[in-house]
Nanobody, 114 residues
Framework: QVQLVESGGGLVQPGGSLRLSCTTS????????MGWYRQAPGKQRELVAT???????NYADSVKGRFTISRDNAKNTVYLQMNSLKPEDTAVYYC????????WGQGTQVTVSS
């Protein structure tokens, strides 16, 4: 069983930055994929970025060049560094862990507004 806890969300002005953290607990194994997804009101949840246990990353076109996903194995934590934030980035951001199953965090609100 894997548990995920997100943190780091908040209110930021356009052009600003935030770093989200997702701390995992439980037996995660050695082969897995971690990802960040987001969901705005009235919209479907969408992929933001993923990172595999091998270190490969993937990003949605809308965040390429602005967001960076990274991992700290010693701290059992995955990060999403978000730069040059735009109002359209406003959403609840969810951490996802996948091995043979899928696990979701509780979500953290990110609001980009002036």
């Amino acid at each position: 069983q894997v548990q995920l806890v997100e943190s780091g969300g908040g209110l930021v002005q356009p052009g600003g930055s935030l770093r989200l953290s997702c701390t995992t607990s439980g037996s995660i194994g050695s082969i897995y994929t971690m990802g960040w997804y987001r969901q705005a009101p009235g919209k479907q949840r969408e992929l933001v970025a993923t990172i595999t246990s091998g270190g490969s990353t993937n990003y949605a076109d809308s965040v390429k060049g602005r967001f960076t996903i990274s991992r700290d194995n010693a701290k059992n934590t995955v990060y999403l560094q978000m730069n040059s934030l735009k109002p359209e980035d406003t959403a609840v951001y969810y951490c996802k862990f996948t091995n043979t199953r899928q696990y979701w965090g509780q979500g953290t609100q990110v609001t980009v507004s002036s």
